[in-house]
């Protein structure tokens, strides 16, 4: 493992040894191209998901739609209580001016103009445009928010992910350690059924786990959340794959010291097996943090929400309210990018060297 | 033991930092007891104490649900309580199973769990051609020595930290009829597309929006693979005068078997659940074009008024043998790489 | 230091959360709600004054997505681990949980003339009192009059049937370049009022469900055709599989849609964001051979038995059902109201938007000249059984996979095999 970056350094100077001379390689415009568009495809939506969330419900429903969100300019206008919507009237003769709007009757809008508030005019309403300037819709985020503890969604978001994450680090280490370290008879048997778990998309034994919790009492508790996954099997293969890398000298030598095994495990093995651990744990918290179903179905008091229950409650029967949907989707988006952005490297990095071999 | 290696910046230093002062501390702690217990059981069964804990969660989340969800399939009513629920023998698997031609799911009494089977399958071959495919050319890219190598792998792998929910509703919203797509088709042209009424569309983006989101891990485990090879193999190679073309078939893709194995092999098991992706994206139509096996059997013990938990169990059963074919099958596939 | 400060924080947050909050000394009450659009700021500011009379019980209000409603409450109930009341739209399929306020509410007697044919529908089978409907709702379309008078197309009136109203809105279509003449909820509950209109029957002479008839075929074929020759866009219903709702209220806010077969639900958000953009109108239901008829349906907030607190819950069901209370609750959330006198015009709503006004007073009034059959359908307690096999069936037949024939027959077969399924208990 230690000498990967030499290896990736001397085999990236091969590369380049064999294409450099000067002229481009189609493979080098290849390259650049896919990434490009690689780039392209992968933020692209992500950002069109957060434009569209500062958008308001009708400029949502605009087509085609505007890459800025936009409202309506309303002006206010003497005779009038409430501040009146602006339009762009183009009249027979081709010109245009702005006028306010004070009523729409069937497919005649009656007008005024905002610096001479006395005389009205009717126009068609096909002759008018809306004119807008840039605004963000900042209700969409407001709006759920008020109505709703997000503090408390999201403190209870964090323990879960926190204590879950904790949890599953310890117990799945553990047991990796116990896989890697040791020759005992059933190991493989245990590893075979490990893996196997794998296989079982939590989706098929939802009820039969609601069961087992509801016996343990644990029923709107953030336990009901946290245990149930805390075991995975990708969890313990990967960090047995990494472990297994661990000169066994080591171990002996720490062995001769009079290590405990404990020792061993916590003091020589877990600090090696860092790399490993950290993709574990950000995996793990994702895995937590994202987590909507389960949830959903084993919490049902206000208290105990977290953030991905609660903000969906506002999805009714009958309608789909996209302009909270958008908002709230990024709203769960942003600590998973505030965690991307800073961690990035250890995780790309992470996976890369422990493996999965 | 902070850190890892590889420039790992000031924050993530003392983030890790803060959250190891109390594991450190708690460890220190547990060696006592720990130790203690080595001393009674002596260190051959040492293995066992360190598997117990993560044994006993196995034991209580995953082997008794299963064995719940086996009883289930054995019984009917609407009952929620295994002691409540009426025995009906077999019932469930002949439900099932009772089809006049397997082939055609319209003959089946239950024509959508045997329609959600065939769909599975052709995502699985699509979705897992391409997704192996995809991958294998990002890593390949990603080995070159190109600028800013570090952002370019980080920007494949952004989605794979996103929930299924989330991938879906962004996707969706780009698709929609008035979506950003559609804008784009009109602009240069084109007639907008009503993407999610076709059944030809519908899969199509749940394959590709199924890649989208989980290209990036694969291509990390490919990458890892390809950066093991050893360069002196590559250089060898160019003093014989080999071609671009023959050490990629020759050295390169035989030497990152293995790692295409594990991604075959995960994207497959994969493939097998999805389910909330598509579900959220497509729910499943037009018709029943992209209902999977896993919604099936949500909804059959969901969202159907009569819950209907010994059908949905049983139907999990016949999943459980599928996937246990699979498992046979990777088991097979890794023997015979470590022999090979 | 910094780490101190960090670790203390963590410990104390895990310990407040992860404690269990001992049992105050006032009682508690748990009511799961759902929201469409702002009847749970309404109600929580009448439960505010629920609480203030009684400083001894306090109410929390958990707001769920209306899909735990539908897929989670249930398993939550039979497992008893359910709240002490919800608000429900699976009335009668969840009557076995719900508790008999009869002997715990002070005047039954204003329950049974306030509710009396609601209550049927929460139990059809004793007469037990349960709770009250939130809303009652009416089905019914909306047109989109500001393009009929731009089309200069003449809009059927009272009596039109559907086929009259396929041909004006494909007239009006044409002419003015709307994608989508028609379009209709995908829901069974939408398509069960014109059918029933067409002469179907939903049950049998012994009162069992007999949903495949001459009545139902009739406006399923309608419904098949009108997908076939682009009256009404299939991506709506030919999108989604299964018993899946989705409306098309959007694309008739963006004056995409002529005509929009929903119901008296989608007042409140048409007033928020169409406004006076055009005029949506509501429209008496259209006729078919048999009757004009929509379906009434709604919410209903019910009692629920494994409450440890059946009184304080009583207590607190008789508050909210208090005539001032309900009148301002229907009046804020312009629900139509599920209270007999109340319907009889004495609610306020808090709307001045002439549209929102008319609507209100055409769904009202269309409550009266509902089929008997649509009421039976409505109380019967398996109808979701029905809907959802109406509607996935038919669907699976638009998009191509069955012919009608066979979507017949899986209906029929359908709602056979999961009612023997829940005869087995």
């Known amino acids: ?211 087992v919790v509801t016996k343990m009492g644990m029923i709107n508790s953030l336990w009901a959340v946290i245990l149930p996954g805390a075991a995975t099997p990708t969890g313990v293969f990967l960090l047995r794959q990494y472990m297994l890398t661990i000169p066994k000298d080591l171990i002996e030598a720490a062995r001769m010291d009079n290590a405990s095994e404990w020792a061993i495990y916590s003091k020589v093995v877990l600090p090696l097996a860092m790399p490993a651990i950290a993709v574990l744990a950000i995996f793990s918290i994702m895995w937590r943090w994202n987590e909507f179903l389960w949830p959903l179905i084993v919490l049902n008091r206000s208290e105990v929400y977290t953030l991905q229950v609660g903000l969906n409650a506002f999805q009714g029967e009958l309608d789909v309210q996209w302009h909270y949907i958008l908002a709230m989707t990024v709203v769960t988006l942003i600590p998973v990018v505030v965690v991307f952005t800073f961690l990035q490297k250890f995780i790309t990095t992470g996976i890369a060297s422990s493996g999965m071999k | 033991m902070a850190g890892g290696k590889g420039g790992s910046s000031g924050v993530s230093d003392r983030v890790a930092a803060v959250a190891a002062w109390p594991v450190q501390r708690i460890f220190g702690l547990l060696e006592y007891p720990l130790a203690a217990i080595q001393r009674s059981v002596g260190i051959s069964r040492m293995p066992w104490i360190f598997l117990l804990p993560n044994l006993a969660f196995f034991g209580i989340f995953v082997v008794v649900p299963l064995f719940i969800n086996f009883a289930f399939s054995f019984t009917g009513g609407t009952e929620l309580f295994l002691g409540n629920r009426v025995y009906t023998g077999t019932e469930q698997y002949e439900f099932l199973l009772d089809c006049e031609t397997f082939g055609d799911p319209t003959t089946c009494r239950e024509d959508r769990f045997w329609k959600g089977l065939y769909n599975t399958a052709i995502f699985i071959f699509f979705q897992v051609t391409f997704l192996v495919l995809f991958s294998l050319i990002t890593a390949l890219i990603l080995n070159r020595e190109i600028r800013g190598r570090g952002f370019f792998r980080a920007v494949f792998f952004f989605p794979v930290l996103l929930s299924p929910v989330v991938v879906a509703l962004i996707w969706k919203w780009v698709l929609l009829r008035d979506g950003i797509l559609n804008a784009f088709l009109v602009s240069i042209g084109l007639d907008k597309i009503l993407f999610f009424v076709s059944p030809e569309w519908s899969m199509f983006w749940a394959v590709f929006v199924s890649i989208w989101a989980h290209m990036g891990f694969y291509t990390l485990i490919l990458l890892a693979g390809l950066q093991a090879i050893q360069p002196d193999l590559y250089e060898a190679a160019e003093m014989d005068g080999a071609s671009k073309e023959r050490v990629f078939w020759r050295i390169t893709l035989p030497l990152l078997w293995p790692n295409m194995l594990v991604v075959i092999v995960l994207a497959l098991i994969k493939g097998v659940q999805i389910f909330d992706e598509v579900f959220v994206l497509t729910g499943g139509g037009p018709g029943t074009a992209t209902q999977f096996i896993v919604q099936y059997i949500y909804n059959t013990g969901f969202t159907e008024q009569v819950q209907n938990f010994g059908l949905a169990s049983a139907a999990s059963v016949v999943l459980g043998i599928i996937l246990f074919v699979l498992t046979m099958t990777q088991l097979a596939a890794t023997r015979a790489r470590d022999n090979g | 230091m910094k780490y101190k400060i960090a670790k203390l924080l963590v410990a104390s947050s895990l310990a407040a959360t992860l404690m269990t909050s001992t049992a105050l000394a006032e009682t508690e009450l748990r009511m799961m709600w759902y929201n469409d659009g702002n009847e749970g700021e309404v109600i929580q500011k009448i439960i505010d004054r629920f609480e203030a009379e009684n400083p001894d019980i306090s109410v929390v209000l958990d707001v769920v997505p209306y899909k735990s409603i539908i897929e989670s409450l249930p398993i939550q109930l039979a497992a008893g681990e359910g709240p002490d009341i919800a608000r429900v739209t699976d009335l009668g399929g969840l009557g076995k949980y719900y508790l008999d306020l009869k002997p715990l509410v002070e005047d039954s007697a204003y329950w049974e003339e306030s509710f009396g044919p609601f209550l049927n529908w929460l139990a059809p089978d004793s007469d037990q009192i349960s709770g009250f409907m939130t809303q009652l709702t009416v089905t019914g379309p909306y047109v989109n009059k500001t393009l009929f008078e731009q089309a200069g197309v003449e809009m059927p009136g009272e009596g039109a049937t559907w086929d009259d109203w396929a041909t004006a809105t494909n007239a009006v279509a044409k002419k003015l370049d709307i994608p989508i003449p028609m379009a209709w909820d995908r829901s069974g509950h939408r398509v069960a009022g014109p059918a029933i209109a067409m002469g179907a029957k939903m049950f049998n002479a012994q009162g069992e469900p007999a949903l495949v008839d001459d009545g139902l075929k009739k406006m399923s074929q309608r419904l098949y055709d009108w997908h076939q020759d682009g009256t009404m866009s299939k991506e709506l219903w030919g999108s989604v599989s299964g018993s899946t709702y989705l409306g098309a209220n959007e694309d008739f806010a963006n004056a995409q849609v002529v005509m929009y077969m929903s119901g008296s639900w989608q007042i409140p958000q048409f007033a ?35 409450t440890e607190h059946p009184k304080e819950v009583a207590k607190l069901m008789d508050f909210l059902a208090q005539e001032e209370n309900l009148a301002e609750f229907y009046g804020e959330t312009l629900f139509i109201p599920g209270h007999l006198k109340l319907a009889t015009g004495g609610v306020d709503f808090a709307t001045d938007d002439p549209r929102a006004k008319h609507a209100l007073e055409t769904f009202s009034g269309a409550v009266p000249g509902i089929s008997p059959v649509a009421f039976d359908l409505q109380g019967y307690k398996n109808n979701r059984i029905m809907f959802n096999a109406l509607i996935s069936r038919l669907n699976e037949a638009i998009v191509g996979e069955l012919t009608m024939d066979q979507a017949y027959e899986r209906m029929e077969d359908d709602v056979a095999k999961q009612l023997a399924e829940k005869e087995r208990n």
């Open chain 1, 1 to 211: 493992m230690a000498d990967t970056s030499t290896t990736r350094r001397s085999l990236a100077s091969l590369i380049s040894a064999q294409r450099g001379r000067g002229k481009l390689h189609w493979t080098d415009v290849f390259t650049y191209a896919y990434l490009l568009f690689g780039v392209l495809l992968m933020f692209g939506p992500v950002i069109w998901l957060v434009m569209s969330s500062f958008k308001t419900p009708s400029g949502l429903l605009e087509f085609p739609p505007t890459f800025l969100p936009l409202g309506q300019i309303e002006v206010q206008v003497d005779g009038h209580d409430k501040p009146l919507p602006l339009y762009e009237v183009t009249s027979q003769d081709g010109t245009t001016r702005q006028l306010a709007q004070v009523r729409r009757i069937g497919i005649v809008s009656q007008m005024v103009d905002p610096q001479n508030p006395d005389t009205t005019v009717k126009v068609p309403i096909d002759q008018r445009t809306k004119v807008r300037e840039f605004r963000m819709a900042w209700e969409n985020y407001t709006d759920p928010l008020e109505r709703f503890n997000f503090v408390s969604f999201l403190n209870n978001s964090i323990i879960v992910t926190v204590v879950a994450t904790l949890v599953t680090l310890l117990i799945n280490s553990m047991a990796a350690y116990g896989l890697s370290i040791y020759e005992f008879r059933g190991r493989n048997a245990i590893m075979l059924f490990i893996i196997g778990t794998l296989m079982i998309p939590i989706t098929v034994i939802l009820v039969p786990v609601y069961l």
């Open chain 3, 272 to 306: 928020d964001k169409i406004g006076d953009a055009f005029d949506w109108w509501a429209v008496p239901a259209p006729c078919g051979d048999a009757a004009c008829t929509g379906m009434p349906g709604g919410a209903a907030l019910v009692a629920l038995k494994d």
